[in-house]
Nanobody, 116 residues
């Protein structure tokens, strides 16, 4: 069983930065795809960014050139560095670990609010 715990959410002004962290338990972190998703009120959960076990990254168009996903396999941790934040980035951000249909885990979510 894998547990994911997110850290780093909060309130930030437009144009500001936040860094989210997600720590994973278990032994499959290093071979899993890690991702960040977000869900704004009244909207469906959407992909923000993913990173493969080999470090290949993928971003939603809305966050390209502003957000950076990275991972530290030695610490079983994935990060999301968010710069130039906009009010439309306001959402609950969820960490995801994926290694096939039977290994798809979610964190509890962390709130990010971008407001002046």
């Amino acid at each position: 069983q894998v547990q994911l715990v997110e850290f780093g959410g909060g309130l930030v002004q437009p144009g500001g930065s936040l860094r989210l962290s997600c720590a994973a338990s278990g032994s499959i972190f290093s071979i899993s795809v890690m991702g960040w998703y977000r869900q704004a009120p009244g909207k469906q959960r959407e992909l923000v960014a993913t990173i493969s076990s080999g470090g290949l990254t993928n971003y939603a168009d809305s966050v390209k050139d502003r957000f950076t996903i990275s991972r530290d396999n030695a610490k079983n941790t994935v990060y999301l560095q968010m710069n130039s934040l906009k009010p439309e980035d306001t959402a609950v951000y969820y960490c995801n670990l994926f290694l096939g249909v039977y290994h798809n885990y979610w964190g509890q979510g962390t709130q990010v609010t971008v407001s002046s």
